[in-house]
């Protein structure tokens, strides 16, 4: 892995911030006992894995 590409920033579009993504994150990683950052990785994760299959599938 190039070191670096090991931190990662986000910015959150005017559009989405009604949504409360940050707010929702922080309550649902106390809820889990997890960490946001550990939410996020997680997210991604499976978003990337979810759209390589797809990809592979000739979606």
Known sequence: MD???DKL?????QKY???????RLTKLAKKRDRSVNYLVVQA???????????KD???
């Open 17 to 23: 911030r009604g949504k409360q993504p940050i707010e």
């Open 44 to 54: 991604i994760l499976d978003f990337v894995e979810r759209e390589e299959k797809r």
């Open 3 to 5: 070191m670096s590409m």
């Open 57 to 59: 599938n000739g979606d």
């Open 9 to 13: 920033s986000i910015y959150v579009p």
